[in-house]
């Protein structure tokens, strides 16, 4: 069972390897969207102290909407996609691959640079680090609900904009969870309840969303 | 509940705007909603009767 | 199971109005008795709100705005999860009307939503000087207004039906297995940022007037959905099965309008 995802996972790895820019666009996109929003709001330190949680949590989610459209769209299109809905391995771990590659490639780098943002938001030490824990905890969730998404709209015409509108819903409770977790820990409060119900809902997806994906994945190409 | 007088009915203790705002809005929805799926069969009949006046030229 | 639209089908069953040639007749049957229901229920609903209950004690007249938000609120819910239910159905067991039900749904349970959205909204505004508040039902109801505009938007850009009737159903179920989630975190960013527990409906000690009121009103905004969707499921079985003999016989005898 773990030959078939590791092979996946491989063979994916080696095409984002090769199509570099896909990879770091989604990488610049993050880094821009939260520049973004000093430039909006002012400099003021305690300000962006306070909203940064929240500022890097959701620019995380759109950068990994963003993303998601390279999860099947290349496969689809020289119809390796068919060739893995007709073979003999079980779909559901497939796909369980390629969310991982897919996360290792979007939201692994997303998850690092967030020490960065940590450093530049003056959050402290400790805020910073539940900052990453929430993201490496919440950033595949978000790769396997997206590919739910990415599922469903293969091939449609208004892509991009539709999956974000099907995925956005279904990404509140990492977001909320996710950024309450880090503003939790700035408050100087118990961080460990919002950790462990990521992680839950980390457990949740992987055992669950291979599955709808699996489904959306015969349901759109068939 | 006695009003007492219609105006005091219409000024729902001064929050008038907000009670019938509220109760405008919805009847104003079900209106559309109504008049947005009859025109949706009109358009389905007519769509139908067009095919039969073609003749089946789809068979 | 698939029922030959060229024969009437022969056996009386389970299935027996999963086909739509049957079910098409029936439901415009249904149809004038629940508009009769809802005048009826809608009529008493609005003398109990205007006309029995007391005014409020500490807020006024403004709150007989809940004798159509909660209403509209209930709703909106209900009808969110009939629709997964139908959608389900129609992804099980590969029966076109059930997928039919579905997406006749949403387009009702959508505006349902809207119009709890905006109850709240005014409502909010005398009660807590602002024309949103954050709060946990409201910002969940949002919510449930996105997960109904995916599922009309998503339906909308799929051409070939069965598929946009298959992928509507995968969405309205991860939609549904993830409303709870999405409440019970929404209700705790709620509690986590404020202070006391904003809530519009929260009333330890309603009048009884106040609590048939709701419940009148309630059954009578559900009488009108299944209205609604009644006569919107027929307009798209027209528009689904025009090629049918059914259909067309129909439409020769004159009995479409």
Known sequence: MLKIIVRVIRRDLLLAARQKADVLNTLFFFVVVVTMVPLGIGPEPNLLRAIAPGVVWVA???????????????????????????????????????????????????????????????????ETGVLVASLLLGSPVLSLIGAVGAALTLGLRGGGVLTSLLVLPLYVPVLIFGAGAVGAAAS??????????????????????????????????? | MNWGSWDNFWAMGGYGLYVWGSYAMVAIVIAIEIWLFKSRRRAAVSELMRDAVRGRSSR | MTMNTATAPARFGLFWFSSPQTFFPLAGRMIPWFIALTVVLLAIGLWIAFFVAPTDATQGESY??????????????????????????????????SSMMASAIAPTGALMTFLALWTGALWGRPTWGTYWVWDARLTSELILLFLYLGFLALQAAIDDKRRADKAGAVLALVGVVNIPIIYFSVQWWNTLHQGASVSLTRSPSMATTMLWGMLVMALAFWMYSIAAVLHRVRTIILEREKRADWVRELLAEGRLK
């Open chain 1, 60 to 126: 995380a989610l759109l950068a990994a909407i963003l993303s998601l459209a390279r999860l099947f769209a290349n496969d689809y299109a020289d119809g390796t996609l068919e060739q893995m809905l007709l073979s003999a391995e079980p779909l559901p771990l497939i796909v369980l691959g390629k969310a991982t590659a897919h996360w290792l490639v979007t939201g692994l780098p997303l998850t690092l640079m967030s020490i960065v943002f940590g450093v530049v938001f003056d959050l402290g030490f400790q």
């Open chain 1, 188 to 222: 100087g409060v118990s961080y460990a309840a919002y950790l462990l119900l990521l992680g839950a809902f980390l457990l949740f997806a992987v055992v669950l969303t291979p599955w709808a994906v699996s489904l959306a994945l015969r349901i759109s190409v068939e």
């Open chain 3, 64 to 97: 007989r705005i809940i004798f159509i938000h909660v209403p509209t609120a209930w709703m909106s819910m209900f009808l969110y999860v009939v629709m997964a239910f139908w959608a389900a159905v129609g992804l099980i067991f590969n029966t076109r009307l």
